[in-house]
């Protein structure tokens, strides 16, 4: 070989060095709560997890207190199930994963969340924490997926698909305001339109029923919002009359066209603003 074609070659391996991912490095397993991210792809500490105390989430008994025992379960080592927390927008769905994870850090549960656009790198995420001896929520938010969308099929690895299936050291949650994680009218059109109906979306509207616990959300009424922001009142020290609530807070649901947690808590930070009480 001429001294040309070794550099050449020299050169060649040089840059697919350069092109070659880096290795993943382990992460500080100390926090905990850590997000996915994927350019490159690792594990990144959240120092400071936003939620509210698990207290603070009214008129939706049932859905926390069941996810409460089906995560206790999972961090105590027993068996639990995935869980698709699905329904009305702003009802605290999101808000209630993070808070059961708050609950329930002294047990050493570790909270990981993965962002929508990243499910089709979710093998990856398994496989750094398939032998980590640490206890992992997968959490993923706002969950749907198109007609012309394939990157549900890497998600049934997390569940219950796949050869390795998923690691026993961790449990999959997602909400979605869609039970079937697709549109309605798109379920109804792919039927519509296809040879065999009964099997048209057969294989997307499975990857729900992979999921062992479903919990809804729905609608509050203006007695349970008008409660939660009594509750978010007594909770940190904010002072009003009932009459002055109620009034106020009605016509801050009138000019959002909307009742839920998410207006509650949005009418209180206000409230709390106004007050010069820092939360």
């Given amino acids: 070989m001429s001294d040309g074609q070794g550099d050449a070659l020299d050169r060649i391996a040089a840059a697919l060095d350069r092109l070659a991912p880096a290795p993943f490095a382990a992460p500080d397993w100390s926090a905990s709560a ?78 990981v969340e993965l962002q929508r656009e990243d499910i089709q790198t979710v093998g990856n995420l398994l496989h750094v924490l398939r032998d980590v001896p640490h206890r992992f929520v997968l959490y993923c938010d706002d969950l ?46 792919e039927r519509g339109s296809a040879i065999n109906p009964s099997e048209a979306v057969e294989e997307k509207v499975s990857l729900s029923d992979r999921f062992g616990l479903w919990l809804g959300f729905h609608a509050c009424d203006q007695d349970a919002y008008l409660a939660m922001i009594r509750g978010y009142c007594d909770a940190y020290g904010v002072t009003v009359s009932d009459a002055d609530l109620r009034a106020q807070a009605v016509e801050w649901q009138a000019t959002r066209g909307s009742r839920s947690g998410r207006v509650a808590w949005q009418f209180f930070v206000d409230l709390a603003g106004r007050q010069g009480i820092s939360l």
């Fill in 34 to 111: 850590y997000v996915w991210d994927t350019a490159p792809d690792r594990l990144l500490p959240v120092p400071s997890p936003n939620r509210i105390p698990l207290n603070l989430l009214l008129g939706i008994d049932r859905a926390r207190d069941t996810l409460l025992d089906n995560t206790r379960r999972f961090a105590d080592g027993l068996p639990a199930n995935n869980a698709l927390l699905w329904g009305a927008r702003g009802m605290g769905k999101s808000s209630l994963v993070k808070a059961v994870h708050g609950e329930l850090e002294e047990t050493g549960l570790k909270l």
């Fill in 144 to 189: 749907s997926f198109s007609h012309d969308d394939a990157a549900y099929k890497s998600l049934k690895a997390v569940l219950d698909g796949g050869i390795e299936g998923r690691p026993d050291n961790v449990i999959f949650y997602a909400t979605s305001n869609r039970r079937h994680l697709m549109p309605r009218d798109m379920i109804e059109n």
